[in-house]
């Protein structure tokens, strides 16, 4: 399977190309930095390492072209001021559909998932004002997706913690994984990503999910 990973070099990013590359799929790692993925340990014909900038929707085209599927775990400053994850993703959808690739996993956040009365959490009184900046962009990023007439997944993370994967984690459709405080493992999260992309339980849905 041929797999193109946006924000690969990354927390999260950087473990799903490892991941992905030990279960025998072909990566498309696109970065500003992926040269940095390229050490000893990632020697590996089935990678390629993709200097490109999200917003130039050429080079994201490129790296789109023929491939099975796309996984997107782009970052971005805290205050949401530079737009990554909300226009990278819509540039990202655009050059999918274009290109007739149809299917992609993507990163978000605990915010844009249903808070049990079919609000966001992002829109909450109580919500902590110094988290709506990028609250509002996972959502903005989520509502491009739905509006899409892509095979999407949007996995709405809670805490990541650079770790790596335990095995042990919990998902859940449009709601939290568990209620109470949550965190997930950065390799856990990889993990669930890319087998995500190949089961498609979640089809056209959020996923809440937490250790």
Same mark, same amino acid.
């Given at each position: 399977?041929?797999?193109?990973?946006?924000?690969? $070099?990354?927390m999260v990013g950087k473990r799903l190309v490892?991941?992905?590359?030990?279960?025998?799929? #072909?990566?498309?790692?696109?970065?500003?930095?992926?040269?940095?993925? =390229?050490?000893?340990d990632l020697h590996n014909d089935q990678l390629?390492?993709? #200097?490109?900038?999200?917003?130039?929707?050429?080079?994201?085209?490129? %790296?789109?072209?023929?491939?099975? %599927?796309? =996984?997107?775990?782009?970052?971005?400053?805290?205050?949401?001021?530079?737009? $990554?994850?909300? !226009?990278?993703?819509k540039i990202i959808i655009e050059q999918m559909?274009?290109?007739?690739? *149809?299917?992609?996993?993507?990163?978000?956040?605990?915010?844009?998932?249903?808070?049990?009365?079919? &609000?966001?959490?992002?829109?909450?009184?109580?919500?902590?004002?110094?988290? @709506?900046?990028?609250?509002?962009? #996972?959502?903005?990023?989520? @509502?491009? @997706?739905? %509006? *899409?007439?892509?095979?999407? $997944?949007?996995?709405?993370?809670?805490? =990541?913690?650079?770790?790596?994967?335990?095995?042990?984690?919990?998902? &859940?459709?449009?709601?939290?994984?568990?209620?109470?405080?949550?965190?997930? $493992? %950065?390799?856990?999260?990889?993990?669930?990503? @890319?087998?995500?992309? !190949?089961?498609?339980?979640?089809?056209?849905?959020?996923?809440? =999910? *937490? &250790?």
């Open positions: 399977m041929i797999i193109t990973i946006f924000g690969a $070099t990354g490892r991941v992905a590359l030990a279960n025998g799929h #072909h990566v498309r790692a696109f970065g500003r930095n992926v040269q940095k993925l =390229i050490d000893a390629d390492a993709i #200097h490109g900038y999200v917003f130039d929707a050429r080079e994201v085209q490129e %790296a789109i072209q023929g491939a099975d %599927a796309v =996984i997107s775990v782009l970052g971005g400053s805290f205050d949401g001021l530079d737009k $990554t994850r909300s !226009l990278g993703i559909q274009q290109t007739g690739v *149809s299917r992609i996993v993507a990163q978000g956040n605990l915010a844009v998932l249903d808070d049990g009365k079919g &609000n966001y959490f992002v829109d909450a009184a109580d919500f902590p004002p110094e988290y @709506l900046p990028v609250g509002r962009e #996972h959502l903005q990023a989520y @509502l491009f @997706l739905k %509006a *899409s007439q892509l095979d999407w $997944t949007y996995v709405c993370a809670p805490d =990541i913690h650079d770790q790596d994967a335990t095995g042990q984690y919990l998902t &859940n459709a449009e709601l939290p994984a568990k209620a109470g405080k949550q965190s997930i $493992t %950065a390799g856990d999260l990889a993990d669930f990503m @890319l087998q995500e992309c !190949l089961d498609q339980k979640y089809m056209h849905q959020r996923v809440g =999910i *937490s &250790n």
